[in-house]
């Protein structure tokens, strides 16, 4: 059973074009979870999604960020227009299901790390 | 509020020896404490994880000791050794119908052989 996988590992982006990032939850989890790690802190969440839904977006900035988890294919980061204070590794996490008592264990993806030039 | 906070930032503990890694929290709605093992360039990988109506979880050489009423909880490895080399991460979450974890800032061991 493949794990949670992203892609692209790395990539690099100049002030002001976009970033995509595709998370590929592991197979039978339809529970999706986005955090971002800046250098030298802890993983900050941003995102939970579930198929086709956006379920909790507070910890994602406003503007420039959006993502989506569509009923085919790989859950997407999207960052517009970027700035160097993106520079970051961005995690993946899954789930089969969520919350419950003990919660399910999130799995995470080795992530992407995205340096803006 | 929200925040999980973790100490050492960094450890270097001799092969054979304890390493103590600690983490203090204040929202007393977190109920679930999650510790994650990180290798470099790979990502986070649940350890280990404890409820608040336990004081202490033990799996192998790896322990979770809790305290409430000062909430605490802290991360002890046992018979440390150069593969258990890592970035550990402290985690809290409550139950809002999903699992929004807040992470400490992560504590960097090594493991001298």
């Known amino acids: 059973n493949a794990g949670v996988m992203q892609n692209p590992r790395h990539l690099v982006r100049r002030r002001g074009q976009e970033a995509r990032l595709r998370c590929s939850p592991m197979k039978g989890h339809s529970h999706v979870y986005w955090y971002r790690q800046l250098p030298e802190e802890g993983l900050k969440f941003m995102v939970y999604l579930q198929k086709e839904n956006i379920i909790d977006e507070s910890g994602m900035p406003k503007e420039r960020f959006s993502a989506e988890f569509p009923k085919e294919g790989p859950s997407i980061l999207r960052i517009q227009q970027v700035v160097r204070g993106d520079s970051a590794a961005y995690f993946c996490?899954?789930?089969?299901?969520?919350?419950?008592?003990?919660?399910?264990?999130?799995?995470f993806g080795p992530g992407t790390r995205l340096l803006v030039l | 509020q929200q925040q999980v906070k973790q100490s050492p930032q960094s450890l270097i503990v001799q092969k054979g020896g304890i390493s103590i890694i600690n983490c203090a929290y204040e929202?007393?709605?977190?109920?679930?404490f999650p510790w994650y093992q990180q290798f470099p360039g790979k990502g986070p990988a649940l350890l280990i994880a404890?409820?608040?109506?336990?004081s202490e979880k033990k799996e192998g050489r790896f322990t979770i000791s809790f305290n409430k009423s000062a909430k605490q909880f802290s991360l002890h490895i046992m018979d440390s050794q150069p593969g258990d080399s890592a970035t550990y991460f402290c985690?809290?979450?409550?139950?809002?119908?999903?699992?929004?974890?807040?992470f400490g800032t992560g504590t960097r061991l090594l493991v001298s052989p």
């Open positions: 985690a809290a979450s409550m139950n809002t119908g999903f699992q929004k974890l807040v």
């Open positions: 996490a899954s789930s089969p299901t969520s919350g419950g008592t003990p919660p399910e264990t999130q799995y």
């Open positions: 929202n007393t709605a977190f109920d679930y």
């Open positions: 404890i409820r608040p109506d336990v």
